[in-house]
């Protein structure tokens, strides 16, 4: 079973609270998994819970819930006020209505009694623990290590990643193994489907959207935008799309024919005109000046099929460093790397891969992706996103997004995101973001929406 960090697992727990998996509900699967395994390590019948005020804590206290045949006392590190999730506040009021043994802990004496236990629950921290380990919960921590008794961990050892963290006898962790785990440990289904981590979900996007509050400008994302010449919106809609998924930046290098109407679109976009009415080889010099200066290079949209351009694109795609390949810059003999945004004949194209219509097998897509070191998004009723070794789904959007223009959005929000996050991460999280938007603006517009209205509402999906 392939480990998950605890970025990826709070990215986990959000989505099923976006599909109707609630937090009380996963909280009691894993307190009742928890007492089933303190249960067959226990050697007598004291048990002692030593928990915290977040929700590994909440999780041992459904635990002490589901052993109250034994002999349990739950210490709690602080007081019950100031217990920090409702879920966790709920099944201490819980444990309070049916009179359990609960002591609320203020200093480390407190914590003397742990060396008479059979058992010690340890339920401190979680895999949310930042920075150094200070004050009760770490003389909790201390107490724990000196017992002499057996210990069992709570999904980690508390403190796992400081300079001070709790050594178990073996640990409980939930749904899948957790990264650098030491000792023994025993891994427990808490009732998350696998549907729940292929779809994609309002987590995956809180892996690429954090800001830091003193950032400055650039920081957080220069995106260019090569694009234009037989269709000047295309181009304009992608940078527009990085600006409003969070990009600092947006330059687009397009054809002079189309350049002053796209600098005409929007005062927030900068625009580089090109020296011809398409991109030609004789552009390379002015593109290679800009590269240095963004962070991602998202190409294709409204380029059209010149023979000058596909020559150009051909020696320019290698040296992009980071790329969002979409429409015309997606052609047999193209060089591809990074992000590729085809819908399903595109890919048939790219790929030369013989795929019925309606017919592209998560299997194929991953194959291909691994061979070529790729990350896909294969455009669709249900997006696939594919690294090779990991493929997800999407399944926002409606049939009023097959208005032209919505997956050059698309490209401009993964743009965005690549210029902050691994391309797999960044490719999952545009997907949902693009068809998130959609559907909102579909709420107001119906199959009247403009790939501008979806532009509009990706602040809101971005709030979801």
């Known amino acids: 079973m392939i480990p998950i960090s605890p970025d990826e697992m709070r990215a986990v727990d959000a989505n099923c609270t976006y599909f109707g998996l609630l937090p009380i509900q996963l909280m009691e699967n894993a307190g009742s998994a928890l007492a089933s395994e303190a249960r067959r390590r226990a050697r007598g019948k004291k048990i002692a819970v030593v928990a915290g005020r977040g ?32 879920e966790a506040r709920q099944n201490w009021e819980i444990l309070e209505h049916l009179n359990f ?16 236990y059979d058992l010690i629950l340890d339920a401190i921290f979680g895999t949310g623990v930042r920075g150094p380990v200070r004050g009760l919960e770490a003389e909790a921590i201390d107490a724990i290590n000196s017992s002499g008794r057996p210990v069992l961990s709570v999904d980690v050892p508390s403190g796992l990643g400081t300079e001070k963290a709790v050594e178990p006898d073996a640990t409980v962790t939930f749904h899948r193994p957790k990264v650098a785990i030491p000792g023994e440990v025993v891994v427990a289904g808490i009732g998350i489907p ?9 987590g995956d996007l809180g892996l690429v959207a954090r800001r830091a509050s003193e950032s400055h400008k650039g920081e957080n994302g220069r995106v260019l935008v090569i694009g234009g010449g037989p269709y000047s919106g295309a181009p ?9 998924a969070g990009a600092d930046l947006a330059t687009v290098a397009a054809p002079r024919n189309v350049a002053g109407i796209i600098a005409g679109l929007s005062p927030n976009l900068i625009v580089r005109p090109l020296s011809d009415d398409h991109l030609s080889p004789g552009d390379l010099d002015l593109i290679r000046e800009l590269l240095p200066r963004h ?39 193209i060089p591809l790397q990074g992000i590729i945004t085809p819908h399903e004949s595109e890919f048939r194209r790219v790929s030369t891969i013989r795929v019925p219509p309606g017919r592209v097998e998560k299997e194929t897509l991953m194959s291909f992706a691994r061979d070529m070191t790729l990350t896909v998004l294969l455009k669709g009723k249900v997006d696939l996103i594919t690294d090779g070794s990991v493929v997800r789904g999407n399944a926002t959007g409606n ?11 698309l490209a401009g ?32 517009k119906g199959y009247s929406l403009l790939a501008t209205d979806v532009i509009e509402k990706i602040p809101a999906a971005m709030r979801l």
């Open 55 to 86: 929700n590994n804590g909440g999780d041992a206290l459904v635990a002490a819930r589901h052993l109250a045949d034994l002999e349990v006392t739950v210490f709690l590190l602080g007081r019950s006020r100031e217990i920090a999730t409702q």
């Open 399 to 409: 049939a009023g997004m097959t208005v032209g223009g919505t997956g050059d959005v």
């Open 236 to 244: 304009a809609l992608a940078a527009m799309a990085a600006l409003r």
């Open 194 to 202: 696998p549907a729940a981590e292929f779809y994609v979900g309002p």
């Open 295 to 333: 962070d991602v290079v998202v190409v294709g949209m409204g380029l059209g099929r010149h023979p000058e351009t596909r020559e150009a694109l051909a020696e320019l795609i290698p040296e992009c460093g980071k790329a969002v390949i979409d429409a015309d810059a997606l052609l047999p003999g």
């Open 101 to 116: 043994d609960l002591r609320e802990v203020r200093c480390s004496e407190e914590l003397e009694p742990l060396s008479r």
């Open 413 to 444: 929000i993964a743009g965005a995101f690549y210029s902050k996050a691994p391309p797999l991460r960044a490719a999952v999280a545009a997907a949902f973001v693009n068809g998130t938007a959609g559907d909102l603006a579909f709420v107001e």
